[in-house]
């Protein structure tokens, strides 16, 4: 099956920097990868996905590339702001279901 | 608010004990997902549902199990309840079927396990 490996585990960063979290995947079959946040006390919300038959998808301060031949895609957010603070996760589709990487606590430093 | 409800938000229970959450998807949509949860983990795909039919199963226990009625709404059923068992369980819903695993997942605000 799918497996998605997620990298920072945690991501502290200032208001105003830039963020990167990535995840590499196992199943060279995959097309689509989505991005979801999840803030707390609530369930996860996509926020941005890509497909496979694009390298880079982008919407406002977010965006996401993928890189097929590495196996690899990530999450960039520019200009971050407090209210970006939560846990993200990355995810890819398994055989049964979407399989969800172990997800990274992005913490915005006012 | 992503249309999909869960209850109960909360629940506490003991060792040994067995407790149903429901779900009740948004408006439309077939396919029903149910995730795990527990402290600092990602998410786990237990089991998913589409149109009343088992579609797909995951690291589910076999202490556990799922149905989804004609109404589309669904429940989880946790039996002889262990200290492991604490965790976060999520419903999703989605309107594709899960051999079609692309399509915008919609999760509920999740049913909190603490069992003592």
């Known amino acids: 099956g799918e497996n998605v490996e997620q990298h920072p585990s945690t991501l502290s960063v200032q208001e105003g920097d830039s963020a990167v979290i990535k995840c590499t995947y196992s199943?060279?079959?995959?097309?689509?990868f989505p991005w979801y946040k999840q803030e707390l006390g609530k369930g996860p919300q996509l926020i941005i996905d890509?497909?496979?038959?694009?390298g880079e998808k982008k919407d406002q301060r977010i965006a996401v590339t993928l890189n097929k031949t590495a196996k690899h895609f990530s999450l960039h957010i520019t200009e971050t702001q407090p209210e970006d603070s939560a846990v993200y996760f990355c995810?890819?589709?398994?055989?049964?279901?979407?399989?969800f990487g172990s997800g990274t606590r992005l913490q915005v430093q006012p | 608010d992503s249309g999909v409800t869960q209850t109960p938000k909360h629940l506490i229970t003991a060792t040994g004990q067995r407790v149903t959450l429901r779900c009740s998807p948004r408006s439309g949509d077939l396919s029903v997902y149910w995730y795990q949860q527990s402290l600092d983990q990602g998410l786990q795909f237990l089991i998913q549902?589409?149109?009343?039919?088992?579609?797909a199963k995951g690291n589910i226990l076999e202490r556990f199990s799922a149905q989804q009625f004609p109404d589309l709404h669904s429940e989880l059923n946790l039996s002889s309840l262990e200290l492991g068992d604490s965790a976060l369980y999520f419903c999703?819903?989605?309107?594709?079927?899960?051999?079609?695993?692309?399509?915008?997942?919609?999760f509920g605000e999740g049913s909190r396990l603490t069992v003592l």
């Open positions: 999703a819903s989605s309107v594709v079927a899960g051999g079609q695993n692309t399509g915008e997942l919609f």
């Open positions: 549902y589409y149109n009343g039919e088992e579609r």
């Open positions: 890509i497909r496979s038959n694009v």
């Open positions: 199943d060279s079959a995959s097309n689509y």
């Open positions: 995810a890819a589709p398994g055989r049964r279901a979407l399989t």
